[in-house]
């Protein structure tokens, strides 16, 4: 992080100022985070400005051990004359509490080797996207929707340009010391179309980054968008029957999502997880290696340390379809006796294929390639699962009809044993930059 991208010496002296606080009041160890936190965006819809917003934030949280006790805590007024007194009733409030042994600080060594690698958190640019370059990117994003073909059945159009910028810095009593900057820019459009039975399709798409130049061009955003929404006309029911599943690698963090949420050491605590046990067995096909990689440069994941402060590391989930590690904090590592990883998530890296989606639906020969879900859950105890599909049939390797108001169920376990395809293509503007995935043998109930 180069000095003109760090955090106001202000904020510094408050977090530190906080934890001195604290620790005089009686608390044994102290981590203190302050933020500040400011969001700009622009809606428009059918021509005109609908919705302009901006605002922002600061705070500052306190997590207090005082007498084998624990309690979090917050405020946004940040003078001086404000804080001691909420510091000196926080720390006798967390005296009524209930013991827990078990909260505490990470140990220190977890801080140790703290990467250095740049990855590009913020963009000095942030300052050039000015009001007017908001309105100019909303707008053109709508008249690249309404120039595509059968824009006649276009209803409405909204679309929206936002972006942000997040300081933060963090300290603890037992050593750490930590800061961050963060920038985000995005573009998404939203169009709402007449089909001829009188349901009106909604599609859309997205693009982003850290950086302004991440953004790209407006148009390929708008005419996506329009050219989505008129590719669900005419979508209804096939008949229910046992077929291989295309998923789009934007719709994939919903299925990847129940995937990783058991993963969880408080899930594996609280017995709420169908992965409780089955480290070192075998969870999915020899396709499915994901680790979880918090050093990629701009990856919206990205991080050098995580919310406890611990160093940041590569994490292997699943090599070849086996389970290899879990998502372990200090407070639940400690429950479980297990060693802390790391409490949540960064990015994903997955083992990519070769193959780019079109030539996945092409290999895939018949099926359905789903491009989104609505609806349904997946049961993160069993791992049973039933959601609402949309997406298209898939015949003689080509996209077909639209498909909606089916859906897919099954368990978990069963699923990822039957991946059969791993696509090149991992999608950019998530973290999860999940890629095309194919499953064969997966149950769909239509008509």
Do not use: C
């Not at 428009?44 to 600061?58: A, K, L, N, P, Y």
């Not at 039933?386 to 390797?397: A, C, D, E, P, V």
């Not at 009809?401 to 169920?409: F, R």
Request: aromatic share 8%.
């Amino acid at each position: 992080m180069t000095a003109r991208e760090a955090v106001p010496e202000e904020f510094r002296s408050i977090a530190h100022d906080a934890v001195d606080a604290a620790l005089k009041a009686g608390a044994q160890s102290v981590a203190a985070r302050i933020a500040k936190v400011r969001e700009v965006g622009v809606q428009w819809r059918d021509g005109q400005i609908e919705q302009v917003t901006e605002s922002t934030t600061r705070g500052l949280g306190l997590s207090l051990y005082v007498d084998g006790r624990f309690a979090s805590v917050s405020t946004s007024d940040l003078r001086s004359e404000a804080i001691q007194p909420f510091i000196a009733d926080a720390v006798a409030m967390t005296r009524t509490l209930s013991e827990d042994p078990f909260r505490a600080l990470p140990d220190p060594t977890l801080y140790a080797d703290r990467p250095t690698l740049d990855l590009e958190f913020a963009d000095p640019a942030y300052g050039a996207m000015t009001a007017a370059r908001r309105r100019d990117l909303a707008r053109a994003i709508e008249d690249a929707a309404r120039s595509v073909a059968k824009a006649d059945r276009i209803l409405s159009v909204t679309t929206s340009v936002s972006d942000s910028r997040s300081e933060m810095f963090r300290v603890t009593s037992n050593g750490f010391e930590g800061e961050r900057i963060d920038t985000s820019f995005w573009l998404s459009g939203s169009v709402t179309v007449q089909d001829d039975d009188g349901r009106r399709p909604e599609e859309g798409d997205t693009s982003g980054g850290r950086f302004i130049s991440d953004l790209g061009d407006p148009l390929p955003v708008g005419r996506s968008s329009a050219e989505r929404a008129l590719a669900r006309l005419g979508a209804g029911k096939v008949a229910s029957g046992v077929m291989t599943l295309v998923l789009d690698n934007r719709a994939g963090g919903r299925f990847v999502g129940a995937l990783l949420s058991p993963l969880a050491a408080s899930a594996i605590q609280q017995r709420r997880s169908f992965l409780e046990g089955r480290a070192g067995q075998v969870i999915g096909s020899p396709l499915l290696s994901v680790a979880d990689e918090p050093l990629i440069p701009r990856g919206f994941g990205s991080r050098h340390f995580d919310g406890e402060g611990l160093s940041a590391r590569r994490l292997p989930l699943f090599e070849a379809g086996v389970l290899k590690n879990f998502y372990v904090d200090t407070y639940y590592g400690k429950k479980l006796r297990m060693p802390p990883t790391t409490g949540s998530t960064s990015n994903l890296d997955w083992g990519l294929g070769t193959k780019s989606q079109a030539e996945l639906i092409a290999e895939a020969g018949e099926g359905v390639f789903v491009t989104g879900f609505l609806g349904g859950n997946s049961n993160g105890t069993t791992g049973d699962y039933s959601l609402g599909i949309q997406g298209f049939m898939i015949r003689k390797g080509t996209l077909a009809e639209p498909v909606a108001e089916m859906n897919i169920s099954g368990t978990q376990l069963d699923l990822w044993k039957r991946l059969v395809g791993v696509g090149n293509d991992p999608y950019e503007y998530s973290s999860m930059r999940t890629p095309t995935l194919v499953f064969e043998g997966v149950s769909f109930a239509g008509v």
